[in-house]
């Protein structure tokens, strides 16, 4: 049940951020805000998170994994009462950023369940099972979003959040071991010097993060340019969406037979491909001022299949660079992502022009800087050469 667990908090990490966004018109209207505030309750969340997360991974290395967890799910609740009850904007943006407090313990430290539970060789195949869930979250939460606001307005989704939170709380306490506590780590920031001073750990936290990145920043604006700019109904952009779920679906779901039956080097040289394919194909949309919203999506259709194998390889990997760290990695992974994520949503909405164009530019550029990140890892790690030599 541990994993079972892990997996379910998973789902709620994976569709905390993406499961509302769909409600944006709606909040738009009802709130009368414009598009650079609607995305405040993206950032002030991201921004909660991306600063507690730390605080997790520090104190889930040195008491344990659980006794974090709950507390996180506990905060967690409070805002999402907080967000379902507000009847003003500043209100919806508290519950919001005591959501974003709440989920960094869960999103840091459930993968840690894991590797604290199975050895070794299965962390990586666990660890694509988990991330496909977090993916899948993430890729189906619009959708479902979509219709819980149709039929439920925008209340509902937060909803959906707090029954979640509650059913994640209950098994961590019933299922999670305490874990074991390790005295000689410090609750100190200074005990992250040891990662922010290694360079091929950094290497590792920067290029998984701007492919994840690259996903979220479509994820959060594509209801702005769908709805409102496309005049996609929003009973039809849970189709748009639904298409990105399904290649997730496909390629998170069969990650570990790719991986037993090809091996590492060919899965990830494949998901390289995908994405090149996928910053020529948004290159060639913004030259041409492309704005149709099936080209838009089957774009970055390559984006949504060449990213998950990349990440599921090399996120493991990235643990083991820095002795008894793995919650601090876990942490600065979980933290950067966020704020990369919050900076480009918020550069992106702030010159949004209801096209394509900026979004396509923020996806592609951070692409190009996961390439650059894994060609000087290449040349760091050996564990990495030897991948790519096969």
């Known amino acids: 049940m541990k994993l079972y667990t892990a997996l379910l908090m998973g789902i709620l990490t994976g569709c905390e951020i993406d499961l509302f966004v769909p409600s944006f018109a709606e909040l738009e209207r009802v709130f009368h805000l414009t598009p650079f505030m609607v995305e405040l309750t993206l950032s002030v969340n991201l921004i909660a998170h991306c600063i507690t997360a730390l605080i997790a991974g ?12 709950v507390w996180g799910l506990i905060i967690f609740i409070l805002g999402s009462v907080l967000c379902v009850s507000a009847d003003s904007f500043s209100v919806l943006l508290i519950g919001r950023f005591f959501q974003g407090i709440g989920i960094s313990g869960p999103a840091v430290l459930s993968f840690l369940i894991i590797v604290d539970a199975y050895p070794l ?59 074991e506590k390790k005295s000689h780590i410090r609750i100190s920031i200074k005990e992250y010097l040891p990662v922010f001073t290694n360079s091929k750990a950094l290497l590792y936290v920067f290029m998984i993060c701007f492919l994840i990145t690259s996903y979220w920043i479509f994820i959060a604006l594509s209801p702005l340019l769908y709805i409102e700019d496309l005049q996609i109904e929003l009973k039809y952009f849970g189709y748009y969406q639904g298409s990105l779920a399904a290649t997730f679906a496909i390629v998170s779901l069969s990650s570990g037979y790719f991986l037993k039956k090809y091996g590492q080097r060919k899965c990830l040289l494949a998901g390289f491909a995908l994405l090149v394919l996928f910053v020529i194909g948004t290159i060639l949309l913004v030259l041409f001022q492309v704005n149709h919203p099936l080209i838009i999506t089957g774009t970055c259709i390559c984006l949504a299949a060449g990213m998950i194998l990349p990440v599921n390889i090399l996120w493991p990997m990235s643990l083991e660079t820095i002795a008894d760290g793995k919650g601090r990695i876990s942490a600065i992974i979980a933290s950067m992502k966020l704020a990369l994520t919050s900076l480009f949503i918020q550069l992106v909405s702030y010159f949004y022009n209801k096209t394509f164009t900026y979004i396509g530019i923020a996806m592609c ?19 990495v050469r030897a991948l790519i030599k096969g």
């Open 121 to 179: 060789e299965e962390q990586q195949q666990k660890m694509g099972l988990l991330n496909g869930i977090i993916t899948l979250a993430m890729a189906f939460g619009p959708v479902i979003g979509s219709y819980v606001n149709l039929y439920f307005n925008w209340r509902g989704n937060f909803w959906l959040l707090l029954i979640l939170g509650i059913l994640c709380l209950a098994l961590t306490i019933i299922f999670v071991p305490k874990g």
């Open 365 to 383: 550029l951070c692409i190009i800087l996961s390439f650059i990140c894994f060609y000087y890892l290449i040349k760091k790690d050996q564990k």
């Open 58 to 69: 520090n104190l889930g290395d040195r008491y344990g994994r659980k006794p974090i967890i």
